[in-house]
Antibody
Framework: QVTLRESGPALVRPTQTLTLTCTFS??????????VSWIRQPPGKALEWLAL???????YYRTSLKTRLTISKDTSKNQLLLTMTNVDPEDTGTYYC????????????WGQGILVTVSS | SYVLTQPPSVSVAPGQTASITCGGD??????VHWYQQKPGQAPVLVVY???DRPSGIPERFSGSDSENMATLTISGVEAGDEADYYC????????????FGSGTKLTVL
């Protein structure tokens, strides 16, 4: 059974660094073709793809946020990390991690999401 | 960047058929995926690769596409289908690589 679960702070101050963790089970990020992404959703708005890491540790980012994002994985712990520097109130939203593969292009399993508020 | 356009809202009476469109330049040449998102919940994949259904998704959900438009069709709409629906494509040569539509709120009257 595939599961993903996000964890991290609910409140972050502007200009601080946000670090989110995705803990997953039921699959391995060592398996060829396996990928996990971070996707966010501002309140009342659409989904927005942020970043992806694949089984080979290749990483891909939304260009407009690339300088602020870092995605990494700890395969031994079945965890994925996302750090976002210099956060702004516009970064407020629900952050999801979700699984895909390099050949399919769709997200078949999602975490429940974590709401992050950026406010002073 | 690639843009996917959806109508903000669609309303349908129970038992009727709902059609939710997703417009994009030459969208027919790529695979389109659809997600259902109920309030306070994570998205759920309901159609992938234009018209395939994951296990557990009712046959009432179907997908199709043409040159510049993809469509999610829900037949025999039920109250429990009320949700936001998002289309999504993947293009490794675009930025961003994964694009979501603007979302459509389906209201069951």
């Amino acid at each position: 059974q595939v599961t993903l679960r996000e964890s991290g702070p609910a409140l972050v101050r502007p200009t601080q660094t946000l670090t989110l963790t995705c803990t997953f089970s039921g699959f391995s990020l060592r398996s060829s073709g396996m990928c996990v992404s971070w996707i966010r959703q501002p309140p009342g708005k659409a989904l927005e793809w942020l970043a992806l890491i694949d089984w080979d540790e290749d990483t891909y980012y939304r260009t407009s946020l690339k300088t602020r994002l870092t995605i990494s994985k700890d395969t031994s712990k079945n965890q994925l990390l996302l750090t976002m520097t210099n956060v702004d109130p516009e970064d407020t939203g629900t952050y999801y991690c979700a699984r895909t593969t390099s050949s399919t292009g769709f997200y078949d399993f999602w975490g429940q999401g974590i709401l992050v508020t950026v406010s002073s | 960047s690639y843009v996917l356009t959806q109508p903000p809202s669609v309303s349908v009476a129970p038992g009727q058929t709902a059609s939710i469109t997703c417009g994009g330049d030459d969208i027919g040449s790529t695979s389109v995926h659809w997600y259902q998102q109920k309030p306070g919940q994570a998205p759920v994949l309901v159609v992938y690769k234009d018209s395939d259904r994951p296990s557990g998704i009712p046959e009432r959900f179907s997908g199709s596409d043409s040159e510049n438009m993809a469509t999610l069709t829900i037949s025999g709409v039920e109250a429990g289908d009320e949700a936001d629906y998002y289309c999504q494509v993947w293009d490794y040569s675009s930025d961003p690589r994964y694009v979501f539509g603007s979302g459509t709120k389906l209201t069951v009257l």
